[in-house]
């Protein structure tokens, strides 16, 4: 178990589990959902659970294949999410590539630099950029609702910053003159795109509750 609902708040009615191994996005979809009756559990109680290939053509897709797959296999509740940066002078890339866009494996100080070296002599007004984030719920009979949320910018002409993780030290917010690495974690929180995404499924899910 990863968390326990508050006891305050009020007791879990249900578990969860959280189908992310990415630590960061975790702790981020975690510190958004807390006051939920829910108790999350995370992939490491479940090893022999596969990694859900992320073959769909958008966010909606992957993040449903992997909640729906995740569910049925482990006759659990499952939340996944898929996100990702679409660039408008780059034809909306990487998109759904966005952890792979300077090849499978890269890191993100890579995908970063290709990304930099992409939008080398574009000007600051044309670098505009949109975070996207789709997050799903299913159960073991199939998918329960899907969600999304998204987050605009700019993309910066450094990297800047040292929280967050992925795409954060180039996304710049021109309303904070900084990007979402140099934010940190607060900031971030109230805007990004899984924000959006998260109040949205916190909504529907108490609905269901
Ligand atoms: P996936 O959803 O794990 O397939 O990967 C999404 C990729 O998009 C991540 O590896 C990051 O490169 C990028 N990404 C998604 N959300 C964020 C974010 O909040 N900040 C920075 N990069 C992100």
Redesign the pocket.
Same mark, same amino acid.
């Given at each position: 178990m990863i968390r326990k609902a508050d006891a305050r708040v009020s007791s879990p009615v249900r578990q969860i589990l959280i189908g992310?191994r =990415?630590i960061k996005?975790r702790e981020?979809i975690l510190e958004i959902l807390r006051e939920l009756p829910v108790e999350f559990l995370g992939l490491e109680r479940f090893p022999s659970l596969p990694e859900v290939l992320?073959d769909g053509h958008s966010f909606q897709e =992957?993040a449903i294949k992997k909640a729906t797959t995740l569910a049925r296999l482990s006759g659990l509740w499952v939340m996944a999410? !898929?996100?990702?940066?679409e660039v408008d002078a780059l034809g909306k890339e990487p998109g759904v590539f966005?952890?792979r866009y300077a090849g499978e494996g890269a890191t993100?100080e890579e =995908?970063n630099s290709k990304l930099l070296k992409a939008l080398e002599g574009v000007p600051t007004p044309r670098r505009t950029a949109t #975070?996207r984030?789709a997050v799903a719920l299913a159960r073991p009979e199939g998918l329960i609702f899907v969600v999304e949320g998204s987050c605009k910018g700019l993309i910066a002409q450094e990297p800047r910053g040292r929280h967050? #993780?992925?795409? !954060?030290p180039v #996304?710049y917010l021109p309303e904070y003159k900084k990007t #979402?690495a140099e934010l940190g974690p607060e900031i971030?929180n109230r805007l990004?795109?899984?924000t959006q995404a998260l109040k949205r499924f916190k909504e529907k899910l108490l609905e269901l509750f």
């Open positions: 992310t =990415n996005k981020e992320e =992957n999410e !898929d996100s990702g940066l966005s952890a993100y =995908n #975070f984030c967050g #993780f992925g795409y !954060d #996304f #979402f971030k990004s795109h899984r």
